[in-house]
């Protein structure tokens, strides 16, 4: 059992090992929504998938397979078992990728399932599908 924690810019403050549901929509918003570049300090080690999807917008199957390994790789940093699957479906400049998979911590188990929709190798909507909530 890890004590892993998810920095939060609110009241909450650090999100611990407990609320599995919790840390992982967290962590999946930053990692949806952070800059490759926003920090010096930190360069190269942020996930982004905003930055993956302009790297590798060309090629789906590199798209893929790079979305699935940062994913896996920044998720099992935070807890204790990953089962993740991308999928993409592609629509001329419109791309649907999704995310689905069980997250795993401390025995508690989480289905995910996203949708990533990106127009012009831009995210233009994410849906937390099992919960019908648009970001």
Same mark, same amino acid.
């Given at each position: ?11 909450? $403050? ?56 940062? #994913? ?28 689905? $998979?069980?997250?795993?911590?401390? $025995? ?21 599908? #099992? ?5």
């Amino acid at each position: 059992m890890n004590n892993r924690t998810i920095p939060t810019l609110s009241a909450k $403050g650090w999100l611990k090992d407990g609320d599995v549901a919790e840390r992982l929509d967290h962590a999946m918003s930053y990692a949806f929504t952070s800059d490759n570049s926003q920090s010096v300090t930190f360069a190269g080690k942020i996930v982004s998938i905003q930055w993956v999807i302009s790297k590798y917008n060309k090629n789906i199957t590199q798209l893929q397979s790079s979305i699935q390994k940062t #994913l896996e790789d920044y998720l099992k940093k935070l807890f204790d078992s990953v089962d993740l699957h991308v999928e993409i479906k592609e629509d001329g400049a419109k791309l649907e990728i999704v995310t689905r $998979g069980v997250i795993t911590n401390n $025995g508690k188990s989480q289905d995910m399932q996203y949708l990533i929709t990106v127009r012009n190798s831009t995210i233009e909507k994410v849906t937390n599908v #099992l919960n019908d909530v648009e970001g």
